[in-house]
């Protein structure tokens, strides 16, 4: 774990490269807009199966992972610029196969929309990240809580934008995948034009902002872990397990927000509206959440997000008509803030330097509860519209509910391990002093 000892002028900023990832960030919110696909796409390409449908969306967030992994590997072999132009090219791509996905070959929807947008996602996703964190090392619950809310606001932007596209080319099991050829467009040229500024500060940037902040003396030091040794420490493995355990009730709503809506007797052109409540409010909760936890900490952070994530999914089906937008809403709120507390927290337990690949390995957590809130939602969901009943939803939520009371025990064992190392620290440095003098 080596450390980086060079000073450098902190007088240069990371404006543009932050700019810029916000830009990216923005047009990766349209893959989280799945839940207005998901019926039509049901319908014409995989025979009214939900479950099916939903894992192309779920492989989408699982395969994220990997590119993150290897879009953090590159990047620190290349370049952010280089590697954020790549995953542009492999999102747009993505899309753009998709829009000729038939029923006959249904399967390669996962390939295309899925493996190959996850992928490219993740080349873009946590490499902006990364490159924002290491130009504001003093503030990262701030600036990645400003980036990854973009993401979020996405949502809101598009969501109009795609709903108008859907009923321009056809309407629900027509107008989808005429829309993906739009979309893939928007990809291409927003990730091109935003990875020529995308760039990392120089070496030693980060320990002479840190102590030219006016808050230097609460930034910690922090050894850089490599990812081998990241994976050999027990910590990763709880960051990981917890988010497993804390993504599925949020991932379960952004899936089937619109379809919940309709089964409970809105109207289409109202229930949308819940989709737009979600992304707003998982925006907002990603900005919130991010400037909370430098006040507070990343651990303290969690487990409040954690203990919404407990109570609110099990209201989702005995909520009246509109109110379930309300519920939607805070869902998405508590949902956002985990998503930009993870990655503050991962800079924290390990490092900056190699944040980008760190950071999709602890993405892993987060692929595998997509996969699992997948299956489980649409299983559960399966049943509620044969017997059009959404209340039979109910024990997907419960499952979700558990899941979060668990991480919430993780949470804590993390922190009593963070205690420790603090103590065992301090007796370390009190040894030192007296022997020194």
Known sequence: MKSQ??????????????????????TLG?????????????QSIFDKDNAKAQLTFSLLLATLTIGSVFGGKLAAKYSTRFVVFIGGIILSAGFFLASFVTANTSWSLWVTYGLMGGVGMGFTYSTTIACAQKWYPHKKGLVTGIIVSALGFGGVVFTPVIEKLIKTFGGTGTGEQKTFLILSGIFLFVCTIGSLFMKNPPEGFASAAVASSAKSSMVKSVMEYTPSEMLKSTKFYLIVVTFILACMGGLMMIGFAKPIALDKGLADNIAYWGVLAVSMFNSLGRLIWGVISDRIGR?????????????????????????????????????????????????????????????????????????????ISGYYKDIADKAQDISLMFPAFVIASCCAGAGIIMMLILKGMSKRERAA??????????VQS
């Open 299 to 375: 651990k303290n952070t969690i487990i409040i997000l954690l203990s919404g994530g407990a109570v609110l999914p099990l209201f989702v089906t005995v909520v009246p008509g509109i109110w379930i937008f309300v519920l939607i809403a805070f869902i998405g709120f508590f949902y956002g803030g985990l998503l930009s507390t993870f990655p503050s927290l991962t800079a924290d337990l390990f490092g900056a330097k190699h944040m980008a690949t760190n950071y999709g390995f602890v993405l892993l957590g987060f692929g595998s509860g997509a996969i699992l809130s997948s299956q």
């Open 425 to 434: 620290a301090n007796a370390g440095q009190k040894n030192n002093s007296e």
């Open 5 to 26: 000892a060079k000073s450098y002028p902190a007088k240069k900023t990371g404006i543009y490269p932050v700019i810029a990832a916000i830009a990216i960030q923005l």
């Open 30 to 42: 349209i893959a989280y807009l799945w839940s207005l696909f998901q019926n039509g796409i049901a």
